[in-house]
């Protein structure tokens, strides 16, 4: 069976998650007892009493080690994927479930982007919203309408009917009333503490840039499907590069989602927590199966649940 991973972006941590897996598998457990951070990442994942889950700066880590310990545990188990893709922070995931780097070598890069990232929307009045129901273009020229009151891009083409616009919120919000105008159905407000993916994000951009020259990036072992492409990456251009790219530019979801398929997929497994991107999986590709991973129970249930929905689409 050819699986399609796909990594869980901000947004679906939650209080609690991982703490079930961490007593149930040494793997699970091996990767957060080595994760090098300034916090206790377990402590946060598993209660969080000081709400801190929700800050980048600390979401981040947290998300990309329940990642790799759940990738972990899914190898021990012989269930790997022939190609991965992420939402975001997500795409570190993927890159280390493809042998680019290390579980360690992940949590300490993605604690870094968060702070970066965080850094980089200190002071700034921005915003980010869900627009539903409305294509591509017309979002598009509601953004070009708008932009005179300061920077309004698309951020995330997470799926059919479904686009995420950022920047400043007065521009965010001039945009997002235009595309009423033009019959989106509605503009959701994200609780999100800056403006990501949007050129806002350069600064961040530029630390990773610099951060990047320390680490070693590793050869990718499988097809890695890269936000800011849609695509699979050609020689023209390196990881870290797009990495850099990554953090201030569109998220190209759907595209990615779609490109998994064409590469031939029999069933996508989303690694959570949540189940958001399963979500986008079935509004795009709903011939594809999917499946979302994120206890015990539906580590166990795994491969039944595969084996399953392929023969029901079969």
Known sequence: MKLGFLYAGQGSQH????????DAYPAFRAVLDSAEVDFD????????????????????????AFAAGLTAVLRQKGIVPAVAAGLSLGEYSALHAAGVFDAATAV???????????????????????VLNLDRAPLQEACDAASDLG??????????????????????????????????RRCLPLKVSGPFHTPLM???????????????????????IFNCLG?????????????????????????????????GVDAIVEIGPGKALSGFVKKTVPEIPVTAVETVADVEALSDTLNALVKEKA
């Open 231 to 263: 695509d699979v990456k050609d020689d023209s251009i390196t990881i870290p590069q797009l990495l850099v790219r990554q953090v201030q530019s569109s998220v190209f979801m759907e595209d990615s989602i779609r490109k998994m398929a064409a590469m």
């Open 151 to 184: 920077c309004v891009v698309i951020a995330n083409y997470n799926c059919p009917g479904q686009l995420v616009i950022g920047g400043e919120k007065a521009a965010v919000e001039k945009a997002a009333a235009l595309a009423k105008e033009k019959g989106a």
């Open 15 to 22: 209080p609690g998650m991982g703490a079930d897996l961490y």
């Open 202 to 224: 350069a600064p961040a951009g530029d630390a990773l840039a610099e951060h990047f020259k320390t680490i070693s990036f590793g050869e990718p072992q499988i097809p890695v």
């Open 108 to 130: 300490k890069l993605v604690a870094f982007r968060g702070k970066a990232m965080e850094e980089a929307a200190a002071g700034r009045e921005s915003a980010m919203m869900a």
């Open 41 to 64: 990442l377990k402590e946060v994942c598993f209660t969080d009493s000081q709400g801190l889950i929700n800050q980048t700066r600390y979401t981040q880590p947290c998300m990309v």
